[in-house]
């Protein structure tokens, strides 16, 4: 696709369910990052990949958060036993390289019942 | 360290000027600049680097002050679309891409 892709767009569960979210980056890109936004702030960074280097996880909030990413293509973000704190929309965005304007997905929002 | 974005808000009428500050604690490799419209993603306006160089792509011009850690976006003569939240992202990891962004700023432009 054009742009980056992100599934599902809606996503609502019971507190202590376990979710996976989707990122397809924008082909050819090599960085991917995983971002929080909760209702009206700003965008809070969790994970990043480059290439084939060890991911960057200082931005997890907890043990519950976990990220896997295959090659340079698809991205999951893994929530377990998921808290009413999570409730959030998740962006993933892509670059280039790192450094680069990154392009963002829809993000999927989460709410967690 | 989170930077910090100044104003948070801003009402303007069509046709006049908008500075948007952004500062931060740490010493900063770069500064992202990017605008998000109500429930949609964010989209890339500008990077600053340090050094000087400048990157972007719309009408709109920002300055990037290394010494005092702080960047500033300019909006002049504003449009209907220049509405939406606007968010400075600080990269102090050596251009890593990896984005500490601020509380945002909204603007709001009207007729």
């Known amino acids: 696709g054009a742009g980056v892709s992100q599934s599902p767009s809606n996503k609502v569960t019971e507190k202590g369910k376990d979710v996976e979210l989707r990122c397809d980056p924008i082909s050819g890109h090599t960085a991917l990052y995983w971002y929080r936004q909760r209702l009206g702030q700003g965008l809070e960074f969790l994970i990043y990949f480059q290439g084939n280097s060890a991911p960057d996880k200082s931005g997890l909030p907890s043990d519950r958060f976990s990220a896997e990413r295959t090659g340079e293509s698809v991205s999951t973000l893994t929530i377990q036993r998921t808290q009413q704190e999570d409730s959030a929309v998740y962006l993933c965005a892509s670059s280039g390289q790192g450094g680069q304007p990154q392009h963002f997905g829809d993000g999927t929002r989460l709410s967690i019942l | 360290q989170q930077p910090v974005q100044s104003p948070q808000a801003v009402i303007l009428r069509e046709g006049e000027d908008a500075v948007i500050n952004c500062s931060s604690s740490k010493a900063l490799y770069s500064v992202h600049w990017y605008r998000q419209k109500h429930g949609e993603a964010p989209v890339f306006l500008m990077i600053l680097l340090k050094g000087g160089e400048q990157k972007g792509h719309e009408k709109i011009s920002a300055s990037f002050n290394e010494k005092k850690q702080q960047s500033s976006l300019y909006l002049t003569a504003s449009q209907l679309s220049y509405s939406g939240t606007y968010f400075c992202?600080?990269?102090?990891?050596?251009?890593?891409?990896?984005?500490?962004f601020g509380q945002g700023t909204t603007l709001q432009v009207k007729p």
């Open positions: 992202g600080t990269d102090g990891s050596g251009n890593t891409g990896k984005l500490i």
